[in-house]
């Protein structure tokens, strides 16, 4: 049997308290943590020793987080709190404001913001002292902040991965007001319009014979609008659980929203299989909505199967959906461990199939971002658009290039670098 050295305690050795205060940074970060699970814990921990870290790790994630979403949040309190001898320094650095020199020397992996915000809640972190003390009362500092960003601005450009837990519910207010135009398409069907184009010989006729054939006047029609379905295609792999969250409470608010144009909004999410989720996303309160997505589809966080669950999709959902000219958003990082040839062939039946195939990536955020992996470059040249999907500016940009036919996105930069 394998030694485990033992756990270094922070400076107060007492676990109980350690192990509450534990529980209440979670439940400021989100995660329903009540009394009875944090007893639980205590117990569980007892009855499973304090010499194993990875042993103590899975006995508090196993009796104190219920949902998939939560792990991330989870294990990044867990390694600030626990296993960092210094994670208040750092949070405290994290938490302090980027202004000339103070900032982080690191981007913040993901949820650490959130959890460093969960641990610090009511703590005021404090500024460096300045190095020259004999000048603070004489020396006044402005500082003209009417060039600087506006918090929603700020917001607007910052990546889902990285937001804490104010800033996504800031977002998704956000994302609530967004909305997604399209416009609509040719029909030779027609509808009455005193001002149309075509004579509606039909009608003119009719009203002639029931005046005994007297022809008073001429009626005519105009083309009747037409409008697509938008089908939605999102990855909720363990890397794309942030993104894919967000994305799909603005198409919440998408499917919701009467006038925007859309015949119908059919919602899909796949991990290890695909789910639909359609008919959870008619609920109106998105909270609700959500959870009982998150409840139908039990791969939340797990693997990647792209190949297999679009050969899902066109095998059994193409033809039920994909009728008068739908739209596809494709929401995946392209990350797929499975055979090149087959997803290269169900990319190609998806695209004969929709009128139009956006795909959104959140890789896209990086500007050194190049079709190396194998899934991406089977992916890319069946798309019609590539677009960057990771923060509320990308969708916003989505927003209005969705109705534009000539638009490729990024698809002809990363086509030249496949042909290199």
């Known amino acids: 049997m394998p030694e485990y050295p033992a756990l270094d305690l922070p400076d107060n050795p007492r676990l109980t308290h350690n192990i509450v205060h534990f529980t209440r940074a979670l439940r400021k970060a989100g995660l329903p943590v009540g009394t009875g699970r944090v007893i639980d814990a205590i117990r569980a921990v007892e009855a499973a020793g304090f010499t194993s870290k990875t042993d103590f790790f899975y006995t508090l994630r196993a009796c104190l987080v219920t949902r998939p979403e939560h792990r991330a949040v989870f294990a990044q309190i867990f390694r600030l709190y626990w296993r960092d001898p210094r994670y208040m320094e750092h949070m405290m650095a994290m938490m302090l404001p980027a202004i000339r020199g103070v900032q982080e020397d690191r981007t913040a992996q993901a949820a650490e913001k959130r959890a460093a915000e969960a641990l610090l809640d009511g703590i005021e972190p404090e500024m460096p002292a300045s190095e020259d003390n004999e000048d603070d009362e004489d020396t006044v500092i402005e500082i003209d902040a009417s060039a600087t960003m506006s918090a929603e601005e700020r917001l607007r450009r910052l990546d ?76 909720i792999s363990g890397s794309m659980s942030q993104y894919s969250r967000m994305v799909l409470h603005f198409l919440h608010a998408v499917a919701n929203e009467k006038g925007q144009g859309w015949a119908r909004v059919h919602a899909f999410t796949f ?127 989505l927003a209005a290039a969705i109705s534009r036919p000539d638009d490729a996105g990024e698809k002809a930069r990363l086509m030249a670098q496949l042909s290199d």
């Open 160 to 235: 889902f991965e990285q937001m804490s837990t104010a800033e996504v519910a800031a977002a998704k207010r956000m994302l609530a007001r967004l909305s997604l135009p399209v416009k609509p398409l040719a029909s030779r069907r027609g509808m009455a319009h005193a001002q149309g184009t075509r004579i509606d010989a039909r009608r003119t006729l009719r009203a002639a014979m029931r005046r005994g054939g007297e022809l008073d006047r001429i009626h005519r029609l105009k083309p009747r609008p037409r409008y697509p379905n938008l089908v939605v295609i999102c990855d």
């Open 271 to 397: 991990g290890t299989r695909l789910t639909n989720i359609t008919r959870h996303l008619a609920t109106r309160d998105v909270d609700a909505a959500l959870a009982a997505a998150g409840q139908e589809a039990q791969d939340w966080e797990g693997g990647t199967r792209i190949g297999d669950c679009l050969h899902a999709f066109n095998r059994d959902w193409s033809r039920r959906v994909m009728g008068q000219g739908a739209v596809v958003l494709l929401i995946t990082d392209g990350l797929d461990r499975g055979a090149p040839e087959a997803l290269d062939k169900e990319m190609e039946r998806l695209h004969l199939s929709a009128r139009r195939l956006i795909w959104l990536n959140p890789l896209l955020r990086w500007e050194g971002f190049a079709p190396r992996a194998s899934g991406i470059r089977a992916m890319l040249p069946h798309v019609d658009s590539f677009r960057a999907g990771h923060s509320i500016a990308t969708l916003e940009e």
